[in-house]
């Protein structure tokens, strides 16, 4: 069900502070003006928010998730 999967992933990225990425609050830095860490850690976290939905997606649905943006999934 997917309003039941939805809540649980709102709750998961949010526990997991990653739901600013999922916002638009936590935005890449500009590579020219943050230190190469600021640039990493937002990269992670990306990565990270990717990772825990893709892993909290029913097998048969796999098959639609693309790419390494949170969002997009």
């Known amino acids: 069900n997917y309003l039941t999967w ?4 709102h709750a998961l ?21 943050a230190t190469p860490t600021t640039v990493n850690t937002f990269a992670l976290h990306k990565l990270k928010a990717t990772a825990k939905i893709t892993l909290y997606i029913n097998n048969s649905q796999i098959i639609h998730v693309q790419g ?3 969002k997009a999934i």
């Open 6 to 9: 939805h809540i649980q992933m």
């Open 13 to 33: 990225l949010i526990c997991s502070n990653l739901w600013g990425i999922m916002l638009g609050i936590d935005t890449m830095p500009d590579p020219a003006t």
């Open 68 to 70: 390494d943006n949170p």
